[in-house]
């Protein structure tokens, strides 16, 4: 069944951080258990900063110390708690990485460990930058990797995580993204990829918000007369390998984007499937190459790595048509 | 808050448990000869006090070791597991034989030199990289808190460890966020692998650090059950809900205590012990039997 996406990119930006603030707050008032954790990043005028306000008693502010606030989210866990646990994201994954493996993955605990800023979203230059942490997480046992294409996928996901006993890792951007989907009620589960658009030409595969570069790329080549399939790979662990080889049985040649360095991460996991298939065919990974990133605006920044939509949609012509 | 830290403790509670030390630091040395490998340095410095707190001090029923009201013990020196291991055997939750038959053997292990908490009951954390404990018991105290909860977090940290930046991060949450209901125990016993913690990064003044972060602090010999039981006595009920300064314990401890060849050398740190190193060993530890 073909799912309703929105083309409209420009009038519908939302914030996946304000988006399951408010599930949060749903979710305490049906009644359901589970504790949050923050570092230094929830301003109050958010709805994450609302629930803190609202229900101070579950919440921890730890404060501006990322491997602390994993360790204690774990620890929270085992006296019997769900945690979620919101982190500024260029600070997770290698400040807290012991902490990610150990406590949270070794421990196999129910932590939902939500990065912010992914990639280059925060436009802070590349200390403020996250982008080898797919790349980590993918290599960590135990661990679900989602990466919500939007807002309201986010907030999904977090109500999904609810029935999840182990630890997860959840991977939004800055907050001011557009929405890919026009309704909510298209099927989602957690290791299960969403074709949002048919094509026969190309597989164009993205996570998060590369989802929406991806359709609009989509929509560019089909002005070509190239029709591009278009993949929302919104868990990254476990890894959904039955739609990359639909995909490559269906169109022949692959194209992964990601707001990610491409060591490693989408790009690398649907390399690592076709290859070991067997399969012959077009590929390509669209990612931030091995350098760290120019300084810029995040608009400009993708735009100069060729990631926004026109930057694509140039890349697969030159390469494949 | 000030600690009642002199107390009349009962002497012949201190000469059971003192009793109970020596025979858990036998079947220690044992227990590790038979599996090749231990941390015998480290472990036979914590024993009295984590006999204290099993047989006597810690709310804990060994029949139940998931039992919802027990207090919860997080060993940060995971290295050191074959402690609790040996006394969660003589508390009759596994048999020696079944814990070598299943120590870090390919197809049947369940008890590793750092422990697991989903292979091994009475483990309530798997730990072995240094530093995290106390973040995960300062975690802990929280989530009793957030449910009312009238169990207590312990949490035994090497003092070599203590050189680990994580802990201060939690040293300084759990005194901010004042947890009345954890207690932090130091085996300082002075040595880390290759050295003095002194000669190598000096952890001292230690007791003044932590009261720095918003810590009583209240330091014995822990190598003393007198001393051990007077402190573990002191301790106030882990009220959840009232605020007041965490207590750090800082048990200055012998490495290798009761056997006199291991007793200060850090080359002890770590290894196996040979048969005739083992009978020797077990001598030693009858001669250090107390006499009151």
Redesign the interface.
């Known amino acids: 069944m073909a799912v309703e996406t929105t083309f409209d990119f420009n009038q519908m930006l939302s914030s996946a951080r304000e988006a399951y603030g408010v599930e949060l707050m749903k979710m305490v008032d049906e009644g359901l258990d589970f ?1 949050f954790t923050c570092s230094d990043n929830v301003a109050s005028s958010t709805s994450t900063g609302k629930f803190m306000r609202k229900y101070p ?2 919440c ?1 502010n ?2 501006i ?1 990322e ?2 606030q ?12 769900i945690v979620f646990s919101q982190v500024f994201g260029p600070f997770l994954p290698l400040r807290a990485a ?2 990610i493996h ?2 949270i993955a ?3 605990v129910p932590v939902r460990l939500i990065g912010t800023h992914s990639g280059v979203t925060s436009g802070g230059g590349p200390t403020h930058n996250v982008i080898a942490d797919l790349s980590f997480y993918r290599a960590v046992p135990n661990l679900t990797i989602v990466v919500p294409a939007d807002a309201n996928q986010c907030a999904r996901v977090v109500r999904e995580s609810m029935k999840y006993p182990g630890p997860m890792i959840i991977r939004i951007a800055r907050g001011a993204e557009p929405d890919v989907y026009k309704n909510n009620d298209y099927e989602f589960t957690i290791g299960k990829a969403i074709t949002i658009k048919e094509g026969k030409d190309l597989t164009l595969i993205g996570t998060g918000n590369s989802v929406h570069w991806s359709l609009m790329a989509a929509k560019e080549l089909q002005e070509k007369g190239i029709t591009a399939r278009v993949i929302d790979m919104h868990t990254i662990k476990p890894f959904d390998t039955e739609a990359v080889l639909q995909a490559v049985k269906a169109t022949g040649c692959v194209v992964t984007v990601e707001d990610q360095s491409i060591n490693g991460g989408l790009g690398g996991a649907v390399a690592e499937v076709i290859a070991e298939a067997g399969i012959l065919c077009k590929f390509k990974r669209i990612g931030l190459p091995d350098e760290f990133s120019v300084i810029g605006d995040p608009d400009e920044i993708y735009k100069y790595y060729g990631l926004d939509g026109h930057g694509i949609a140039e890349t697969v012509t030159k390469l494949f048509f | 808050m000030m600690y009642n830290y002199n107390l009349n403790v009962d002497m012949e509670l201190v000469q059971q448990l003192e009793c109970k030390a020596v025979e858990i630091r036998k079947m220690l040395c044992s227990f590790i000869y038979e599996i090749g490998m231990g941390h015998l340095g480290g472990e036979l410095s914590v024993t009295d006090m984590a006999v204290a707190l099993y047989y006597k001090y810690m709310t804990y029923d060994p029949k139940n070791p998931n039992w919802e009201k027990r207090d919860r013990l997080i060993l940060s020196k995971g290295h050191c597991g074959e402690t609790l291991y040996t006394i969660f055997s003589d508390l009759g939750m596994y048999t020696m034989e079944y814990m070598i038959e299943h120590f870090e053997t390919l197809k049947t292990a369940k008890f590793g030199m750092h422990p697991n908490r989903k292979y091994v009951e009475g483990i309530e954390a798997s730990t072995g990289s240094l530093g995290h404990g106390l973040s995960l018991a300062t975690g802990l105290a929280l989530g009793a808190r957030m449910s009312k909860a009238p169990w207590r977090t312990f949490c035994i940290i090497g003092d070599g460890e203590i050189q680990e930046g994580s802990n201060w991060e939690a040293f300084m949450a759990a005194g901010h966020y004042k947890l009345g209901n954890l207690v932090a125990i130091v085996d300082k016993n002075g040595l880390q692998m290759s050295g003095s913690t002194k000669d190598t990064i000096d952890v001292d003044p230690l007791g003044d650090k932590i009261k720095a972060f918003g810590w009583d602090v209240i330091e014995i010999q822990g190598n003393d059950m007198y001393e051990v039981c007077n402190a573990l006595q002191s301790l106030l009920p882990a009220d959840p809900i009232t605020r007041r300064r965490p207590i750090c314990i800082i048990s200055n401890t012998t490495k290798g205590q009761g056997v006199d060849f291991m007793e200060n050398n850090c080359a002890w740190h770590g290894g196996g012990i040979a048969k005739a190193q083992l009978d020797e060993a077990l001598v030693s530890i009858e001669n250090c039997r107390k006499v009151r």
């Open positions: 504790a008693e579950r921890v730890v404060g110390a491997a602390n994993v360790g204690i989210s774990a620890g929270l866990a085992l006296s019997g708690k012991d902490q150990t406590d070794y421990n196999d």
